[in-house]
């Protein structure tokens, strides 16, 4: 896997994305709200799950704007570190360190959930199907460890990140679905390489 090293320079031009992501969803709320409804009971997970994200913005709300910045700055640049760091690592010709693979897959996935929750990206109209992640979903850490770094990269180099104009939709959208991918991925990968490191290798 290649190296690519940038310098991030996160700006406070991300703050209107995470107050267009939630201003997004108000007059749909709104209207839930203004009219409630029983909600059927085969519903009642897709309720709960409403409500919970309805807390998670309820909490945001009541955070600092520079603190909530202050932790995307820091999630960015430990993503871009670990990205470096596990191409490096990986490109070498000789045995994967599972354990490393381990940590460093956990570490990305808890940075890229805070990311999706500090970010709040709306999604796009149409979710696209992503037909690269194929490579990654055969229970072997190499291809997949190819997959994620190209998410990683192409997440990172969104120029939303750096771009001081009113934040693109499409770029926004393109964003959401890298952090859900690199989420999924980084997930897939760390059970894999757990179940590896505790059985030496074996099944690889």
Do not use: W
């Amino acid at each position: 896997m290649k190296q690519h090293r940038v310098q991030l320079t996160i700006k406070p031009l991300i703050l209107p994305v995470v107050v267009a992501g939630c201003l997004c969803f108000a007059p749909t709320r709104a209207r839930a709200q203004a009219q409630p409804a029983a909600p059927p009971p085969q519903n009642l997970d897709m309720r709960e799950n409403q409500i919970r994200s309805l807390e998670i913005e309820q909490e945001k709300a009541k955070r600092d704007p520079q603190a909530i910045l202050t932790e995307i700055n820091e999630d960015l640049h430990r993503l871009q570190a670990l990205n470096d760091e596990m191409a490096h690592a990986t490109a070498a010709p000789q045995q994967l360190n599972y354990k490393y693979i381990l940590d460093s897959t956990t570490e990305i996935k808890k940075r890229a959930l805070r990311l999706k929750t500090d970010l709040a990206l709306p999604p796009s109209a149409k979710e696209e199907k992503r037909t690269d992640l194929k490579e990654a979903d055969n229970g072997q850490l190499q291809p997949g460890l190819v997959v994620l770094n190209k998410l990683l990269d192409s997440f990172l180099h969104n120029a939303i990140f750096s771009d001081p104009g009113m934040p693109d939709p499409q770029l926004a959208a393109k964003a959401k679905r890298d952090l859900d991918d690199i989420i999924m991925l980084s997930e897939k990968l760390r059970k894999t390489a757990d179940k590896l490191n505790k059985t030496g290798g074996k099944g690889q």
